[in-house]
Nanobody, 116 residues
């Protein structure tokens, strides 16, 4: 059973930084595509960043140059380093895992990020 637990959210001023972590269990981190999504109430979920099974990273245009995604396969932790945060980055952030980067059947419970 794949389980994902996010942490690291909180409140920060504009321009500040946060690092989100997603601890995974029940699978090999190197064998799954891992990703971060975010969602604001009333809006569609948005893909933020991801790492494919080949280690290639992807970032949404809205966060390029400010966010960095990485993972530690040995510790089975996915990270999202968020710098130069803006109020529009405020959302619930979720990590997700899937056998490919086109489908994510496994999700964490989310961690709230508020920038104000």
């Amino acid at each position: 059973q794949v389980q994902l637990v996010e942490s690291g959210g909180g409140s920060v001023r504009p321009g500040g930084s946060l690092r989100l972590s997603c601890a995974a269990s029940g699978y090999s981190a190197s064998a799954y595509c891992l990703a971060w999504f975010r969602q604001v109430p009333g809006k569609a979920r948005e893909g933020v960043a991801g790492i494919g099974t080949n280690g290639v990273t992807h970032l949404a245009d809205s966060v390029k140059g400010r966010f960095t995604v990485s993972k530690d396969n040995a510790k089975k932790i996915l990270y999202l380093q968020m710098d130069s945060l803006k109020p529009e980055d405020s959302a619930m952030y979720y990590c997700a895992a899937g056998g490919t980067c086109s489908s994510f059947p496994y999700w964490g419970q989310g961690t709230q990020v508020t920038v104000s």
